[in-house]
């Protein structure tokens, strides 16, 4: 297992993230979830002993249940706190009320509480932004943040699902008024879905904000299970949560590449899926979910692929990202200031 620095700060985490969505069943996320505490247990042991010291988690997965068997899980493996570095996350509707949701002080606030309570501990590593709210302000959303690592019960802030343009807003932010900083972002990025590619990585690059990569196997569309002819009647859970949008028949094309690849290699087409992301110099850490031993065994395993500069070509062009304006604009009015 690798570690790597959390964008700039002088945090070493896995390269591989432990993702605990799967852990409960409650809530929008029943369908990726089903995980019970026993189970949990096992999958925190053996990530912790395969060498991944990040653990990523949210309150609103399953209403808040995969927290609380997040932090009994530490507890039942007898893992030392200060061995683990724990992520979870805020913004989403925990309540009926108009103030249980977004990032105001007020929710942020009441849920850091919450959160701790269920997670047993009383400092979070990463306290996460979980999207965008359009109704508050973002000096109100920092500068509770940046309280809260004052106090000592988060220690450093991160953001995710935003875009480009807010996630830059932020930064300055910070920067101006001398308050915390994002140090990370948690976003979709997979071979089958290069989006981030077009406007965020070469902000993650230029401000040196670390990434944390979520649903690297599409959703379960490059697990293996799915085929172009019967893609609607494979077992995976696309059956029922059909998410995150893909273009499917773009994901069979790369797939048509990437299994032979595997094949010759003797892994699987997941496991290069996986090991694809860990090639990508923006990427921190990939999170990774799993609802037995055996699946988790096969994401860990993908640490162990290597590439040849040919296969990673033949990768990059089958999986390639249409060219849209302005970026062929600034390709074509920057050659002559290619050092």
């Known amino acids: 297992m690798k570690y790597k620095t ?48 990040f653990i990523d988690t949210a309150n609103v997965y399953s209403e808040g249940v995969s927290e609380e068997m997040t932090g009994q899980a530490l507890r039942n493996t007898s893992i030392s706190r200060d061995s683990v570095i724990l992520a979870t996350k805020v913004r989403g509707t925990m309540g009926e009320g108009p103030n249980q949701k977004g990032l105001s002080r007020k929710h942020i606030f009441d849920e850091v509480e919450a959160s701790l309570k269920r997670l047993k501990t009383d400092y979070i590593d990463l306290y996460q932004i979980h999207s965008n709210d359009p109704l508050t302000p973002v000096d109100e959303t ?4 940046d309280d809260l690592v004052k106090s000592g019960k988060v220690r450093y802030i991160g953001a995710s699902n935003l875009a480009a343009w807010k996630l830059m807003k932020a930064l300055d932010y910070s920067y101006y008024n001398n308050v915390e900083r994002f140090a990370s972002l948690q976003a979709y990025y997979t071979i089958a879905g290069r989006d981030l590619e077009r406007e965020i990585i070469p902000l993650l690059d230029d401000q040196q904000v670390g990434l944390m990569v979520w649903s690297p196997l599409a959703g379960g569309l490059l697990s293996g299970k799915y085929s172009r002819e019967d893609e609607k009647k494979s077992g995976g859970r696309r059956d029922k949560f059909d998410f995150p949008p893909v273009d499917k028949d773009k994901a069979f094309d790369i797939l048509d590449v990437l299994k032979p690849m595997a094949e010759s290699k003797g892994f699987s087409a997941a496991q290069l899926s996986i090991a694809w992301l860990l090639h990508q110099s923006a990427v921190t850490s990939v999170i ?22 040919d296969e990673l070509e033949k990768l990059d062009e089958i999986s390639a990202l249409n060219s849209e304006y302005p970026g062929w604009m600034l ?6 200031r290619q050092l």
């Open 6 to 53: 959390l964008g700039k700060t002088g945090l070493l985490v896995s390269e591989l993230c432990l993702g605990t969505m799967t852990f409960g069943a409650k809530g929008r996320f029943a369908p990726i979830g089903g995980v019970q505490q026993k189970e949990a247990d096992d999958l925190v042991k053996q990530a912790f002993d395969a060498g991944v010291n």
């Open 142 to 145: 920092l500068r509770a943040l």
């Open 288 to 309: 990774v979910g799993a609802k037995n031993a055996d699946q988790l065994s096969q994401n860990l395993k993908s640490t162990e692929v290597k590439f040849t500069s």
């Open 331 to 336: 390709e074509l009015t920057g050659q002559d």
